[in-house]
């Protein structure tokens, strides 16, 4: 394991998920009064079966060897789930998709991909990159969300619109958790490319800008493909609810399609028509 940002973020996640981590979920008593929740780290150590020396290391953020066994038993001791465990990995361990360019590639969606946004007629779709630009969209996207023609190519970041635009904090009744499902997507974004420097750029340009943003930040969970359910307050068409899915465009590009499904046995689809044709 090497690199300071790896290193850094290894170590935030691994305090953050000790943190929230009860004795009791971990199986251990309670034992005498705490100064403050969660594990301790020699009881990490204690159930991962490694000594406190080396996880304080870890934890620290120390450049040293790290064996997939032993992670796997931190992950266990840590409770982690499986998009849990896969950015842990991402982070403790080099990968070729590291090993990237700071520069993104020119982004042309595929006719097919084109026609697929253009078919699901009243279901607004986006289609963003591993930096969370906006790269594509529907009409019906544009008419629930915004008018991403207007918005400057370099603008379109989904994770500074929900934090920027008023429309999108007014749009969404649950607003936090609509944000932090994108944080949990970008999150694994962060872990999977940490050595591309934009990623600790845009962070402390977010965290200045927004105070809002390191607390969401730092309790986000790590989610590969969310799906959450939404609820909207239009301002014209009321009250819209949606489901999402995340799916991962396979492909050169690392592309995500988020799909807004129209809840059953709510009025969404026929409101979303109505405010498509001007009604």
Not at 188 to 216: A, N, S, V
Not at 226 to 250: D, N, Q, W
Request: proline content about 5%.
């Amino acid at each position: 394991m090497n690199g300071q940002p790896r290193q850094q973020a290894l170590s935030q996640f691994l305090k953050t998920k000790r943190a929230a981590l009860s004795p009791a979920a971990a199986g251990l008593s309670g034992g005498t009064r705490r100064r403050t929740p969660g594990l301790r780290r020699e009881e990490v150590a204690q159930l991962a079966g490694i000594s406190v020396t080396w996880y304080t290391w870890l934890e620290q953020g120390r450049d040293i060897r790290v064996s997939p066994p032993v992670l796997d038993e931190i992950a266990s001791a840590l409770r982690l789930n499986a998009d849990e465990r896969t950015y842990l990995y991402s982070l403790a361990f080099e990968s070729a998709a590291e090993r990237v360019q700071d520069r993104l590639e020119p982004v042309r969606l595929s006719p097919s991909l084109q026609r697929i946004m253009g078919e699901l007629t009243y279901c607004p779709v986006m289609i963003s990159d591993r930096r969370c630009n906006i790269v594509g969209w529907n009409r019906a996207a544009a008419h629930v969300f915004l008018d991403f023609d207007r918005i400057p190519p370099e603008e379109r970041n989904m994770i500074r619109l929900l934090f920027a635009r008023r429309e999108f904090r007014r749009l969404a009744v649950n607003w936090e958790d609509f944000a932090q499902e994108f944080l949990s997507m970008f999150r694994t974004y962060y872990g999977q490319y940490i050595e591309d420097e934009w990623y600790e750029r845009f962070l402390e340009e977010m965290k200045r800008m927004y105070p809002e943003f390191d607390q969401m930040w730092e309790q986000s969970r790590v989610s590969y493909a969310p799906e959450v359910h939404l609820e909207f307050r239009h301002a014209r068409a009321g009250k819209m609810v949606y489901e999402l899915t995340s799916l991962k465009v396979y492909g050169r590009l690392d592309l995500r399609c988020s799909i807004y499904t129209p809840a059953a046995d709510t009025h969404t689809e026929a409101k979303l028509q109505q405010l498509m044709e001007g009604n």
